[in-house]
C-alpha cells in the first residue's frame, strides 16, 4: 500500500470507524457513570446545589482552572501545574482554533468558526509538545508518581503525544515525504480516539460532571467548592 492509498483509508474508513468506537464507548462509561445515582440526602442542603454546581464550574473554568487552591500544592506540585496547564491549553487551542482541525470539526458539525492565526497556532503545538515531554521527566523523576505509573500511564503519554508530534512534522514537512507523514498523523488520531474510552484520558468527559455533583454537595453542605 503506497503513502497515498494508506492517507486515504486512514482519514476515510478507518477515521469514521474510529469515531464511532469514541463516541460508542465514551457513551458506555457514561451510562456506566449515570447509572450509580445519586444518594438521598437525609438533611436539608444549607446552599442551593444548583447555585454550587454554577459556582464549580465558574471558578474551575471560567477562572484559570490551573492555579492550585490548597496552600502548599503549587510548591509540591510545580512542574505538575505548569507543565499540565501549558499541556492541557495547548492542546485545547490547537484541537478546536488550529485552521486545519477546525475545517474537519466543519465537515462533521456542519459549520465552522473563526480560528488563530497559523504561527499562533504552531508555537502552541510547540509548547504542548515540550510541556508533554516534562510531564513524562517528571513522572520518570518523581518518587511518588514513578511508584504509582505503570504501563497504561505510559501509553497515554505516548498515544497524547504522537498526535501531537507528527502533526508538528507535517506542518513543517520535516522526516517524511507530506503523504506518508499525513497518513502516520491520521492513523496515530485514530488509533487515540479507540484508545481514549479504553483510558483514563476519557477523563476529559467526566470532568465536567464531576465538577457538577461535587459543587453541589459543597453547597449542600454550606462549604465553598
Given at each position: ?10 482519514r ?43 459556582l ?8 484559570w482552572p ?10 509540591r ?44 497556532v ?20 518523581n518518587?511518588?508518581l514513578?511508584t ?15 498526535p ?14 507530506y ?9 496515530s ?37
Amino acid at each position: 500500500m503506497n503513502p497515498s492509498d494508506l492517507m486515504r483509508l486512514a482519514r476515510g474508513p478507518l477515521f469514521y470507524f474510529a469515531l464511532l468506537f469514541f463516541i460508542a464507548g465514551m457513551l458506555y462509561r457514561l451510562t456506566r457513570v449515570v447509572g450509580f445515582g445519586w444518594k438521598k440526602d437525609l438533611t436539608k442542603p444549607k446552599k442551593s446545589k444548583i447555585a454550587g454546581s454554577l459556582l464549580a464550574f465558574v471558578k474551575s473554568v471560567i477562572i484559570w482552572p490551573f492555579i492550585p487552591r490548597v496552600e502548599g500544592s503549587l510548591k509540591r506540585n510545580l512542574v505538575a501545574y505548569f507543565a499540565g496547564g501549558l499541556f492541557h491549553l495547548a492542546l485545547f487551542l490547537v484541537v478546536f482554533l488550529g485552521a486545519a482541525h477546525m475545517l474537519v470539526w466543519k465537515s462533521l458539525l456542519g459549520f465552522g468558526w473563526p480560528t488563530l492565526p497559523l504561527p499562533v497556532v504552531d508555537w502552541l503545538a510547540a509548547a504542548g509538545i515540550v510541556a508533554l515531554l516534562v510531564l513524562f521527566i517528571n513522572r520518570l523523576v518523581n518518587p511518588v508518581l514513578r511508584t504509582i505509573s505503570h504501563a497504561a500511564e505510559y501509553l497515554n503519554l505516548l498515544f497524547v503525544f504522537l498526535p501531537m508530534l507528527t502533526g508538528f512534522f507535517l506542518t513543517h514537512h520535516l522526516l517524511l515525504p507530506y503523504e506518508a507523514m499525513f497518513a502516520l498523523h491520521v492513523l496515530s488520531v485514530d488509533w487515540l480516539l479507540i484508545w481514549i474510552p479504553l483510558s483514563r484520558i476519557s477523563h476529559f468527559v467526566f470532568y465536567f460532571f464531576s465538577k457538577a455533583i461535587y459543587g453541589a454537595e459543597f453547597a449542600r453542605r454550606g462549604a465553598q467548592p
